[in-house]
């Protein structure tokens, strides 16, 4: 790929190959703006997964990496035909150590949407890098600093929030570290279908744990030894990330969501980490009102397009009007055939 150039000094954009994941992770750990969702290990994840080619790309300067670009290309006759940084994931992007390393990875990725044809590139920033692009402005994350004292984070819940954690524990609530999927496929499998999407098969999960090993972790509460609710977490230098989680009914009605949460943030006091990462919610929905409620504050996504075949940002989410109809067949549907059907169509989404 074609090289650029700062202060006399050439950068290179490279492919990674399984020689270069080492130093790419290295990078990626050491370097700030870097996400859990700059693994290399996604590669991976989303070929065996989903079937999706990838393109992993970092610039090198003197023989050090200088950024990265994670890419995967999604084709689908129903949503369309993308290169996105990163699907199945909230961040993604570039991060790189200077402009110069930036310029060469965004070139690249856009020549590659060029050569292959497609609707349009999306990257999925923190903080805007092309402001001149269309954006979406649908979707924030919620992120606040894990205190070091256990208690100290209880208090810093908001007092109504609080008194639903208190509920949890009254009710008989107690948390424990699953190895796998178990217990927490049925609850999350259950709940995505109450709310008429489809859901990701079990063999993605399989395939997170055996990738990211320790840094992925199912947390599930129970209670008289049956599941309530369950989480799947990753964990990131100083940062925990719950990412997927879900409940059963009864799991409203004795605070489980609540209860899940100040475990995994009181586990992860415990443990030495400093951040909790809440996650993407889409404005003006329930967990957005939910994590607002926890005292934490939305930070706004930049979720940027450049259009090449395509004439629109994508709108490929529950809130378009469009798709209330389909969701309501899906509450409908049986939840093994949902189950059985629902891989197939979330593997588009991306």
């Known amino acids: 790929m074609a090289p650029d150039t700062l202060q006399g000094t050439t950068v290179q954009v490279c492919t990674l190959t399984p020689e270069a994941i080492p130093r790419w992770d290295a990078y990626v750990t050491a370097c700030p703006e870097a996400t859990f969702f700059h693994r290399a290990g996604w590669a991976e994840v989303i070929r065996r997964a989903f079937g999706h080619p990838t393109l992993f790309l970092f610039a090198e300067r003197e023989g050090q990496i200088v950024g990265v670009l994670p890419l995967a290309r999604v084709k689908s006759l129903l949503f369309g035909h993308s290169l996105v940084s990163l699907p199945f994931c909230v961040y993604g992007g570039i991060v790189a150590d200077d402009p110069g390393a930036a310029r060469a990875l965004d070139e690249a990725a856009r020549a590659e949407a060029a050569d292959q044809g497609v609707d349009h590139l999306e990257y ?57 999927e178990t217990r927490f496929f049925p609850v999350y499998a259950g709940n995505v279908h109450r709310m008429g999407t489809p859901v990701f098969s079990r063999r993605y999960f399989r395939i997170l744990k055996a990738v990211f090993g320790d840094d992925c972790e199912y ?28 409940g059963t009914p009864l799991a409203r009605e004795v605070a489980g969501y609540d209860f899940m949460y100040w475990e995994l943030m009181r586990r992860g006091c415990e443990a030495g980490y400093r951040l909790f990462d809440f996650g993407r919610s889409k404005r003006g929905t329930g967990s957005f009102s939910f994590k607002k409620n926890w005292g934490f504050e939305p930070e706004p996504l930049h979720y940027e397009f450049e259009l090449h075949r395509g004439d629109a940002v994508p709108d490929n989410n529950p809130l378009n009007p469009k798709y209330q109809r389909l969701i309501r067949w899906w509450q409908r549907l049986p939840l093994p055939v949902a189950n059985a059907i629902g891989p197939y169509v979330v593997r588009n989404l991306g």
């Open 124 to 180: 999925r920033h923190r903080r805007p890098y092309h402001p001149d692009w269309p954006t979406k402005d649908l979707y924030v994350t919620f992120r606040k600093p894990i205190e070091p004292e256990v208690e100290a984070n209880m208090n810093a819940i908001p007092r109504k929030q609080r008194r639903m954690v208190r509920k949890g524990i009254k009710a008989g609530l107690t948390s424990e570290v699953d190895t796998d």
């Open 219 to 246: 947390l599930t509460v129970t209670r008289d030894g049956q599941p309530v609710a369950s989480v799947l977490s990753f964990y990131f230098r100083d940062e925990v990330l719950p990412y997927y989680g879900g």
